[in-house]
């Protein structure tokens, strides 16, 4: 399997902003949350985000790792449970988060363990789409999202390269 073709870059600026958003829809919900669980690692970023804009202080995460193929997604190992405590009442009341749901594998092994927690990710492709609660931008299955922390700044050719432009 090689890279979606598509590309969707996303600046800090765009994260924080789409991130922020996020925030706004699960603030409308007017719940008190018991803890936030933030699935590593993207998620972490913006859970940072929409912890401080919720009041939230209790934060827990959920580290799952994939092992990947060359760039294929292999097997999801959870590495660390959440505190169990937090897995009473099937996790009502807690605010999963993290940056987005593909195939919604990695939501659908932490919806197992919590499925009465909200799950809220930042970005969203129609595979995952149904394991998510609350998202803000859905982009296409053949669609790859660049995370601003994957990415660095490099040359880019001029569009009108070898077109006589
Ligand atoms: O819906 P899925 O197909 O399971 O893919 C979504 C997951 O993939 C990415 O994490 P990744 O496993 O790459 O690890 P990372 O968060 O540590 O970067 C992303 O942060 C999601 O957690
Ligand atoms: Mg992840």
Known sequence: MSLPDKAFPVSWDQFH???????????????????????TRGGLVPAAIICRELGIRMI??????SYHDYDEQGELKVLKN???????????GILVVDDLTDTGKTAAIV?????KAHFA???AKPK??????????????????????????????????????
């Not at 996020?22 to 803890?35: I, K, T, Y």
């Not at 995370?147 to 050719?157: K, S």
């Open 128 to 165: 995952g789409r149904p394991l998510i609660d609350t998202f803000v931008t859905e982009v296409s299955q053949d669609t790859w999202i660049y995370f601003p922390w994957d990415m660095g700044l490099t040359y880019q050719e001029p569009i009108t390269k070898g077109h006589g432009g």
């Open 121 to 123: 990710t930042v970005y």
């Open 82 to 92: 959440v505190d169990p405590r937090l897995l009473e009442n099937e996790g009502e």
């Open 17 to 39: 902003r789409d991130a922020r958003a996020l925030a706004w829809r699960v603030a409308g919900m007017q719940r008190e949350w018991r803890a936030m669980v933030a699935i």
């Open 60 to 65: 827990e995460t959920v580290c799952i790792a």
């Open 111 to 115: 919806r197992a363990m919590m499925p």
